[in-house]
């Protein structure tokens, strides 16, 4: 089993509408939870992170169930900008392997 | 600030030849990092380095990948020979944390196509 786990798409939704991720990691020791985003040919960027309490940034909310060992993010009222790969990222302190990227999961937003 | 420097932006060689890359993290980031992106896959930890020395390095392939980071500063990621599974974009990425849980800072990468 993967580390990290997403769907990895496409999703193609319209402007406008909800869409949500969702990431699943195997190790229950996993500390620090971060949402990227990757345009197309580019590099990845920090999105957000991801608090026990969940968060939110505009029109973006991300969560975290520990429980059940997975990641969510939310995105409402989608723009076209919004187009890109999501990557699930999960960190375990004094681990050799600090930091782990999921494969990522491709939005398109259609006009 | 000037982001994370990386070249050559793209690279194509044949296989069994040896190509290097280079990167100058953003100044005063202690951490640096190698990631190697498949096309269709996230990023994977080639090596980190912690100033000049080696924190994980345990997907690297030493067989045929060296990296340094002689003076905690800049780094140098070799492959030699190259393979044909070798062609992917690698990323050079920095942080200021020591030990890491935050946000990293990518270059836009070196794509390496090899033949």
């Known amino acids: 089993r993967k580390e990290v786990e997403q769907d990895p798409g496409p999703f193609n939704v319209p402007e406008g509408a909800t869409v949500a991720f969702n990431c699943t990691y195997s190790?229950?020791?996993?500390?620090?939870f971060f949402w990227y985003r990757q345009d197309c040919r580019k590099e990845p960027k920090l999105l957000m992170s991801?608090?026990?309490s969940g968060n939110e940034d505009g029109r973006f909310t991300a969560q975290l169930n520990r429980a059940s060992q997975y990641i969510s993010l939310l995105i409402r009222d989608s723009k076209l900008s919004d187009s890109a790969t999501y990557l699930c990222?999960?960190?375990?302190?004094?681990?050799?392997?600090?930091?782990?990227f999921g494969s990522g999961t491709q939005l398109t937003v259609l006009p | 600030e000037a982001g994370v420097a990386q070249s050559p932006r793209y690279k194509i060689i044949e296989k069994r030849q040896s190509v290097a890359f280079w990167c100058n993290p953003i100044?005063?980031?202690?951490?640096l990092y190698w990631y190697q992106q498949i096309l269709g896959q996230g990023p994977k930890l080639l090596i980190q380095f912690q100033n000049n020395g080696v924190v994980d390095d345990s997907q690297l392939p030493k067989d045929r990948f060296s990296a340094e980071r002689l003076k905690g500063v800049d780094s140098t990621l070799k492959i030699q020979p190259a393979k044909l599974e070798d062609s992917a974009v690698y990323l050079c990425a920095s942080s200021p944390r020591v030990g890491l849980a935050g946000e990293l800072f990518f270059g836009e990468g070196s794509r390496l196509t090899v033949l």
């Open positions: 100044s005063g980031h202690a951490t």
């Open positions: 190790n229950s020791a996993s500390q620090s």
């Open positions: 990222v999960v960190h375990r302190s004094g681990s050799a392997r600090q930091l782990t």
């Open positions: 991801v608090y026990s």
